[in-house]
Nanobody, 123 residues
Framework: QVQLVESGGGLVQAGGSVRLSCAAS????????MAWFRQAPGKEREFVGS????????EYADCAKGRFTISRDNAKNTVYLQMSSLKPDDTAVYYC????????????????WGQGTQVTVSS
């Protein structure tokens, strides 16, 4: 089992940047593929990006390509989401998630979730 805690959210102006962090504890971090999802008010939770356990491969949703970068530091048990050129539509609660077996877009592949961190982008 792994526990996940996100941080780094807040209020940012459109066009700005923010870096989210997700710290993991419990079972060895490198046992898990990691992902970021987000959920805006009244909308379904949606995939943002994912990264394989080694950090060697990543996948992004269309909304994130070219603007967001996911990375991980296995020595620090942390996964990051660097977001730039932010838009008001990026406003959401951002969640990190962990899976021992998959690193795709399906939220149901992920067994463990953090509590989320709010990102609000003002226009």
């Amino acid at each position: 089992q792994v526990q996940l805690v996100e941080s780094g959210g807040g209020l940012v102006q459109a066009g700005g940047s923010v870096r989210l962090s997700c710290a993991a504890s419990g079972r060895p971090f490198r046992s898990y593929h990691m992902a970021w999802f987000r959920q805006a008010p009244g909308k379904e939770r949606e995939f943002v990006g994912s990264i394989i356990w080694s950090g060697g491969s990543t996948e992004y949703a269309d909304c994130a390509k070219g603007r967001f970068t996911i990375s991980r530091d296995n020595a620090k048990n942390t996964v990051y989401l660097q977001m730039s050129s932010l838009k008001p539509d990026d406003t959401a609660v951002y969640y990190c998630a962990a899976s021992p077996r998959a690193w795709g877009r399906d939220r149901y592949d992920y067994d463990y979730w953090g509590q989320g961190t709010q990102v609000t982008v003002s226009s």
